[in-house]
């Protein structure tokens, strides 16, 4: 694999990282099936895996840890806070009483003494953000954490958490990971073009559009999944915004097998074709989904096959707007009740 720069924080990283959201109890319970997969993603060249400390409460981060022992210098590591992980309501959120105690959390269970890459998983509207950088510095230089980043955040929080870091003298934000792909493209519009202009690495994930662009979804078809009734928004084939992705994945199909690929490949490959993309985040839940991703880091697509998806899919658009990963609160339907 070629290694790519992870924005300006001089470490190099894989075209693929190797997201670990499907291990434990949401997806794959079987730790040492799950410790086989971290292992062939490593010998294949992926020196990136990030995790959440949600992820299966906790269970993903100690099947990383398990992974990575006598492997964990080669591997750039990747967590996050912010989700809920108890009744308690300061059990949350980005405030410096939470992260401060989640990081103590998240190394115990990583078994690792620092973190790589401390990334906040999402806004938090009700916490000031140099509360949040405040902490981060800390941690830093405490050397719990080498780097700090965020995900999924608009683009004028990018702008303002750049600003109080400068103002503040606190370490920046220096990657974002945010949901890309070919049928999630609203962040071409001003993420990526904010985060090239402050040299950020950018983490894509949900390059396969949560499984719309893995070839399970197809006109016709019928598929049995939770993510249906738990998120019919995203995933109720009825609704008019996932008709047009479902319309989308046909020509997609077609795109892909006249050009030899699958669409699969087809997918991360255009994830990675952005020249703000350091690296996208795959998550696979079995070894064979593992293989069916790893030869997408060597494809490059032409400028024809390019010029065909933006017909299919007009740049920085989404089919679907619940796609994009947050809504503001300002937008959300109690908000708008005037």
């Not at 499907?22 to 794959?28: E, I, P, R, T, V």
């Not at 929080?157 to 600003?163: L, M, P």
């Not at 989308?248 to 997918?267: F, I, K, S, Y």
């Amino acid at each position: 694999m070629d290694y790519a720069p992870l924005g300006r924080t001089g470490v190099r990283v894989s075209p693929l990282t190797l997201g670990a959201m499907n291990f434990g109890s949401w997806a794959n319970t079987d730790h040492d099936d799950g410790v086989r997969i971290i292992h062939r993603a490593l010998d294949a060249g992926i020196n990136v895996i990030d995790t959440a400390d949600v992820y299966s409460a906790g269970e993903s981060e100690e099947i990383v840890g398990k992974a990575l022992a006598g492997r964990r210098d080669d591997v750039v590591l990747a967590t996050k806070a912010h989700m809920p992980m108890g009744e308690s309501p300061n059990m949350a959120g980005n405030s410096r009483r939470w992260l401060v105690r989640e990081v103590e959390n998240s190394l115990r269970r990583l078994n690792t003494d620092h973190i790589d890459l401390y990334q906040i998983h999402r806004p938090d509207p009700d916490c000031d953000i140099d509360e949040t950088l405040g902490a981060l510095t800390d941690l830093v230089r405490d050397g719990k954490i080498r780097y700090a980043g965020c995900s999924t955040f608009p683009a004028h929080e990018i702008v303002e958490a750049h600003w109080v870091a400068e103002r503040r003298g606190r370490e920046r934000f220096v990657t974002e990971q945010p949901p890309y792909s070919i049928l999630a493209r609203g962040i071409e519009a001003d993420v990526l073009p904010v985060t090239r202009s402050y040299g950020m690495g950018v983490l894509p994930w949900s390059p396969l559009a949560g499984g719309w662009l893995s070839g399970k979804y197809r006109k016709g078809a019928k598929v049995e999944s939770p993510r249906m009734d738990r998120l019919p928004d995203r995933y109720d084939p009825d609704r008019p915004q996932n008709a047009a992705k479902l319309e989308a994945v046909e020509q997609l199909v077609r795109l892909a097998e006249d050009n030899g690929l699958t669409l699969v490949e087809l997918a991360l490959a255009f994830v990675l074709e952005h020249p703000a993309v350091s690296s996208a985040i795959i998550g696979p839940r079995t070894m064979e989904q593992l293989e069916s991703q790893l030869s997408a880091a060597d494809i490059r697509l032409s400028t024809e096959v390019l010029d065909r998806i933006d017909e299919i899919v007009p740049p920085g658009s989404n089919l679907n707007p619940a796609d994009a990963g947050w809504t503001p609160p300002a937008l959300q339907a109690a908000a708008r009740r005037r």
